[in-house]
C-alpha cells in the first residue's frame, strides 16, 4: 500500500502534444490503483484532468476532462479530421461491465462521409462550413454507451451541429461487428 506523488513540468501525450505542469497522486492496495488524481494544462492554458476511485460498493469511477479534445479523440483510427472541442467523460465499472457518458463540445469534422457531405448542403451554414474546408460544426455530442465484456452498447448518441444533426443506437461486439 503506497502513495505516489507526481510534477512533471511537461509531459508528452504523443510524439507532438504534451500538457505542462502534471501533478497528481496515485494510491496503491496490494498492488492496485484505488485512486488518481492528475492535473495538467496544455500549452494553450486548458485544462486535462483525471480522475479514478473505487467507492464504497466496489466501483471504480473515472472521470476524464480536457479543454483541448484532439489530442485524445485523435487516438482513435475511426476518427477523421478532428479539431477543437473539449471532451467530458464519465465512467463507472464494476467487473467487466461499465456504463459510460462522453460528451464533446464546440468541435469540427473536416474528413467525412460523401452521404455526410450532400446531407449538409441542405443548410447555408453547410454549404459555407464546405466552401471553407474547415469542416462541419458541431456544437455537441453525447454518447451514452455500456460495455459487457466484450459488448459496447451505444444506448445513445446524439451529435448537434449548425449544419447537421445526427443520432443514432447499435452496438460493437470486439473483433466482429
Known amino acids: 500500500n503506497n502513495n505516489i506523488f507526481l510534477e512533471f513540468r511537461k509531459f508528452f501525450l504523443d510524439k507532438n502534444e504534451y500538457v505542462n505542469n502534471l501533478v497528481g497522486k496515485i494510491q496503491f492496495e496490494q498492488n492496485n490503483i484505488t485512486a488518481l488524481l492528475l492535473n495538467s494544462n496544455f500549452k494553450d492554458n486548458k485544462q486535462l ?99 459487457d465484456d466484450e459488448l459496447i452498447t451505444i444506448e445513445e448518441m446524439y451529435a448537434i451541429g449548425p449544419a447537421i444533426s445526427i443520432l443514432m443506437s447499435g452496438y460493437i461486439e470486439k473483433d466482429k461487428i
Open 49 to 147: 484532468n483525471l480522475s479514478m476511485n473505487i467507492n464504497n460498493k466496489g466501483e471504480k469511477i473515472t472521470t476524464v476532462y480536457s479543454g483541448n479534445a484532439k489530442p485524445l479523440v485523435k487516438k482513435y483510427d475511426f476518427v477523421k479530421g478532428f479539431s477543437e472541442g473539449s471532451l467530458d467523460f464519465y465512467s463507472i465499472k464494476k467487473n467487466k461491465n461499465s456504463k459510460s457518458k462522453l460528451t464533446i463540445n464546440n468541435f469540427k469534422l473536416n474528413k467525412l462521409p460523401i452521404l455526410t457531405k450532400i446531407l449538409t448542403l441542405a443548410s447555408l451554414r453547410g454549404v459555407a462550413d464546405l466552401l471553407t474546408g474547415e469542416g462541419i460544426r458541431f456544437n455537441n455530442l453525447e454518447m451514452d454507451f455500456k460495455t
